[in-house]
């Protein structure tokens, strides 16, 4: 029997910043940096730039919009977009979700995955 393969999904808001932790697909990440700019504006008309590194220690993906902030219109179209994507590119099936606000600007969600075998 085949062990299921797990993935976090951290996105912590104003400024964004995405954390992915995890066996993922890098036509996933590459898709999510497509996509999120779409989601990701602070005016009309203008798009943001979304660029994940991958950091070798621990192995994950990081990308943080300094400049950026999310109302919660914002917070909730990016959710979507990553949970899409995930379920569309590496069949991943969420298992748990937590939520946790610091102040009364930052707030982190944090997603578990394990993907269909």
Known sequence: MAIPHNLIVTVTFNPPEVFIIGPIKETTIQKLQSILPEVCTNLPGQKTAIQFSKIEQPPHWHSKLIQSYCDDVGQTKIILTILDCLEQEGNWKMKGSNAFNH??????????????M
């Open 103 to 116: 102040d009364e600007v930052l707030v982190t969600y944090k997603f578990f995955f394990v993907q269909k």
